[in-house]
């Protein structure tokens, strides 16, 4: 039975033809069969079987199971997904249910954007870091040997589901990894935005307030023309020592110290305070997250990722702090990120 409507947040995401919900709280997943769209005839349920949960879309549907790591999220698996699905006699009158984590979300999105040319998809969230930021916003697409989410597509879902109860059973690995997108949060607010205090919610209002956070900033700039650069907060450093690969970090602990680092840059080009610093450390701490830098990457490697990062097209780009809120800088200069590695070692 779906939750009581008092114990589920109903996000909206605000763009026009394209809007869409997503209901975050404990059970709704059962509300699958609700949010699907008119008219549609069957269901495609795209997994992994280490997700555990199963959903009831209460339409003729069919199961793909796809490999379970980050591995699944391959050209290779879009084509045997296509495949399978256009064997089965799938066509645009049908759905995509994406049900998993950010991978899945991720991989079905793209299936979804490029099979017929396009069908829709709902997506039913079942880890932290899904459902404040994977499955929200309709970024989609698959790594390359080169590198993540290198081919890809906008495509936004029909609804998401942020079933809180499938945390309960979450590794706490997986479960760290989700707050350090959560701690991002707390240092974000869109245009129209009060600052929210997070630290007064529980974990469901957080979810929800996450959400409502990225879900303006992707109304005002969906194909992050501008604004939606900010949803990097903290990944410059994260995507430099994720992609240096030599320490078992996962991407929100990375993110986590990378948030801490973009305060220690943004202080020493007198943006903010050391209080706010301070504000950093005690949010990605009060998560039990990693602050500092692990010893094995020196800053020489470091200063050459941060020059190759997606965002770095006019000199070294961060996303930083400042008293009017987080926003892109370009040209910081290399005296001040060695400066800054220092602080968070
Ligand atoms: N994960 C960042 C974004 O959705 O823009």
């Known amino acids: 039975m779906p939750p009581p409507a008092s114990q589920a947040h109903v996000v909206s995401v605000a763009l ?40 009831d879309s209460g339409l003729d549907q069919s199961v793909f199971t796809v490999a379970d790591g980050e591995e699944a999220k391959s050209l290779a698996e879009v084509e045997r997904l296509c495949g399978a699905m256009s064997q089965a006699g799938f066509t645009r009158s049908d759905v995509i249910v994406a049900v998993g984590g950010g991978v899945v979300t991720d991989l079905a999105g793209f299936v979804a954007a490029v099979y017929h040319r396009g069908i829709p998809y709902v997506s039913v969230a079942t880890t932290l870091l899904a459902q404040v930021d994977a499955a929200i916003g309709g970024k ?45 949060y707390h240092f974000l607010t869109g245009d129209n935005l009060d600052a929210l205090d997070l630290d007064a919610l529980d974990l469901d209002e957080r979810i929800a307030a996450a959400v409502r956070i990225k879900a303006e900033v992707v109304a005002a700039d969906e194909r992050e023309g501008g604004r939606r650069a900010i949803l990097n907060y903290g990944h410059t450093l994260a995507h430099a020592i994720e992609t240096a690969g030599r320490y078992d970090l996962r991407h929100g602990e990375a993110v986590a110290v990378g948030l801490v680092y973009a305060a220690e ?22 998560y039990g997250l990693p602050d500092r830098l692990p010893a094995v990457l020196d800053d020489d490697e470091l200063l050459a990722l941060f020059g190759r990062d997606k965002k770095a097209v006019d000199g070294l780009t961060f996303v930083l702090d400042s008293d009017r809120g987080v926003d892109v800088v370009v040209g910081v200069p290399e005296p001040v990120l060695r400066e800054a590695l220092a602080a968070v070692r």
Do not use: M
């Open 265 to 286: 840059v943004a202080l020493r080009l007198g943006r903010i305070d050391s209080e706010r610093v301070a504000a950093h450390r005690r949010v990605v701490s009060g």
């Open 140 to 184: 989609t697409g698959v790594n390359l040997p080169e590198g993540k989410n290198l081919v890809g597509a906008f495509w936004q879902p029909h609804a998401v589901l942020c079933d809180t109860e499938t945390l309960a059973t979450l590794p706490a690995r997986e479960l760290r990894s989700g707050q350090g997108e959560l701690a991002k």
């Open 16 to 55: 026009s033809d394209r809007a869409y919900d997503v209901h975050v709280g404990p059970g709704v997943r059962a509300r699958l069969g609700s949010v699907l769209p008119a008219g549609a005839r069957r269901a495609a349920v795209i997994t992994q079987a280490g997700v555990g949960w199963t959903v």
